[in-house]
């Protein structure tokens, strides 16, 4: 089955590999990004230790917000995925609602970020606190500007499909915007495990 | 309701009916969801009940297996051609072999 979907997606784009070049352009963008996120990772990895006076994580971590923030951008995923699959049956009405549906849940998400680092902050951790909350912030506040930038570019591809401007293919437009959420998904899914649940 | 304009598009992009084939159903993407889901009230269970040496191993398991399952479904990696899953790969791989080089560093340099 797997191999008939490749001889499918082998074909239809009049280019020298047979792909699409903007899907192309996307995976090497992602592939990129995972450099960004594995060098921001790292660094948290190597100074969440380094609390100095200011509080430690387990002391500022609020497990069970942070689990339905979690489980909130889980599910955007799946509601992306639904406006990708409208969009290849070419129904808009569904494509713009689940996209509608996506932006909304990632906005909860930043949301609950901008809730969380507040919390955090009154609790005496600053970005200048220790390294511990200048690795913290850097990472989830890197997480959160890609989170940000998903839900203007949902947003806009909404406005952008309801006025009938899409440039090209409009399935392969929303496919290209769903790639890069679910990306920002999966690096959730690292720093909830590696940043939250494991203990110093 | 179909535009000209849509119209126009959809003829010069019939690749994408090809597309729609090799996804999964609806109700295969909500099967999936809930099993991400279910993993992940699993991974938050630990912070809960005590799982003792299987504490760390059960965590990682369960965020690649999550991080697998997002990427090979929802992103399709699994149906699409390997190109794709070499650039994605190429990339976290990379970024592993950074974070293993910057481990090391620490390791062996710092006082």
Known sequence: MADAAVHHADHGHHTSTGLSNNKLGMWLFLGSECLLFGGLISTYMIYRGRVGEGPRPGNVFDIPFTSVSSFVLLMSSLTMVLAVAAAQKRDDRGTTLWLTVTGLLGATFVGGQVYEFTAMYNEGLGFTTSLFGSAFYTLTGFHGVHVTVGVIMLLSLVGIIKRSRVPGDKAEVVELVGLYWHFVDVVWIIIFTLVYLIPT | ?111
């Open chain 2, 1 to 111: 309701m179909t535009t000209t304009a849509e119209h126009a598009e959809h003829t010069g992009h019939e690749a994408h009916d090809e597309h729609a084939e090799h996804g999964m159903s609806t109700a295969g993407y909500v099967k999936v969801a809930m099993i991400l889901a279910a993993l992940t009230a699993l991974e938050v269970a630990t912070y809960f009940v005590d799982f003792g040496p299987f504490f760390m191993p059960v965590l990682l398991v369960l965020m690649c297996v999550k991080f697998f399952i997002v990427v090979s479904y929802f992103m399709h990696l699994k149906f699409d051609n390997k190109i794709f899953s070499f650039m994605f790969y190429a990339g976290l791989f990379l970024a592993i072999g950074v974070y293993a080089a910057f481990l090391a560093t620490f390791k062996f340099f710092s006082a």
